[in-house]
């Protein structure tokens, strides 16, 4: 489809979190991965770069790709911060000791599962907000075309939407991981993948980026 997609199945990020790497640069100079979306990234290094005397070479990349790049660096690292992105890749990586402690002296004035799940990770990582996973669409596109808004996930497999539907790849976004997490907690793995199998009949694109489909539909 050349004009912007109507539907956006995932979500906002859920379990967003946050996990030192380093140290791998010298002093005054800080390697950042940001998960979280790009408008976020760009303002934390413009306004961490205004109020400290060190520069931040940031890249933005999915929670996916930015677990895969720390994993494979594990023997030599070249980042010192991975910022933001879904929940489940930050605790892998805090699991395989790929993270470093730090207890961050605002801790106690984050939220219970946030702190909870810093203590769950002998604080090699902690969550910094969390978003609802759910269903975009746009209105007037669905107007124009006489479709009707999705109301649950398996509305998605309704051959009506096909080519309309959006979603990102499980193997590099973890919002869609969590997506299909979820499905699979809901629904139990064997209608889980069948589902999914009748949705894809939908799918239009899989993106690399979990917000790249709702930017698409807006």
């Given amino acids: 489809m050349t004009f912007k997609n109507t539907l956006y199945a995932g979500a906002a990020f859920v379990g967003l979190v946050v996990a030192a790497v380093g140290p791998a640069n010298a002093a005054g100079r800080l390697s950042v991965i940001c998960s979280a979306d790009n408008e976020w990234c760009e303002m934390m290094e413009t306004a961490f770069e205004l109020e400290h005397d060190i520069d931040v070479s940031m890249v933005r990349k999915s929670s996916g790709e930015a677990y895969a790049q720390v994993r494979a660096e594990a023997s030599n690292p070249k980042l010192d911060i991975w910022w933001g992105g879904t929940g489940d890749p ?89 997506t299909l997490a979820t499905l699979v907690q809901l629904f139990g793995e064997e209608e889980a993948f069948a589902f999914l199998k009748e949705m894809h009949k939908n799918v239009n694109q899989y993106t690399k980026s979990g917000s790249a489909p709702i930017k698409a539909a807006a």
């Fill in 90 to 178: 930050h605790l892998q990586a805090a699991a395989e000791g790929l993270t470093e402690e730090y207890t961050s002296p605002q801790l106690g004035d984050l939220q219970d599962w946030a702190v909870r799940q810093a203590k769950n990770a002998d604080n090699k990582t902690v969550g910094i907000y969390a978003g609802a996973l759910g269903i975009g669409y746009n209105n007037d596109l669905l107007a124009k075309k006489g479709l009707s808004a999705p109301k649950c996930w398996k509305d998605l497999a309704d051959p009506a939407y096909k080519g309309e539907v959006q979603i990102a790849n499980p193997s590099s976004s973890g919002t869609s991981y969590t």
